[in-house]
Nanobody
Framework: QVQLVESGGGLVQAGGSLRLSCAAS???????????MGWYRQAPGMQRELVAA??????TNYADSVKGRFTISRDNARTVNLQMNSLKPEDTAVYYC?????????WGQGTQVTVSS
């Protein structure tokens, strides 16, 4: 059973930084490497939106609202990170990790990020 667990959320002042991590379990490293991975967020009353994504080959794409501030990366094991700099109050949301395989998608439980002004 594949599980994704996010960590690293918290409360930070505007202009600060946080680093989110998504750790996968129940899957071999070789299989995880072919997953496309993404970070999504959902603010209260809003739809869930894509923040950043990375393919198995390392190609990345970002929402316009976070370009130049956020960086997605994946290590050689089973972890995907989201470095968030210059945080703004509008970045406040629950952040979710998503893994995409050919057969199905997997979601983590989410981690809260709150940016105070």
């Amino acid at each position: 059973q594949v599980q994704l667990v996010e960590s690293g959320g918290g409360l930070v002042q505007a202009g600060g930084s946080l680093r989110l991590s998504c750790a996968a379990s129940g899957i071999s490293i070789s299989i995880f490497r072919i997953f496309a991975m993404g970070w999504y967020r959902q603010a209260p009353g809003m739809q869930r939106e894509l923040v950043a994504a990375i393919t198995s080959g390392g190609s990345t794409n970002y929402a316009d609202s976070v370009k130049g501030r956020f960086t997605i990366s994946r290590d050689n094991a089973r972890t995907v990170n989201l470095q968030m700099n210059s945080l703004k109050p509008e970045d406040t949301a629950v952040y979710y990790c998503k893994g995409e395989s050919r057969l199905r998608d997997y979601w983590g439980q989410g981690t809260q990020v709150t940016v105070s002004s």
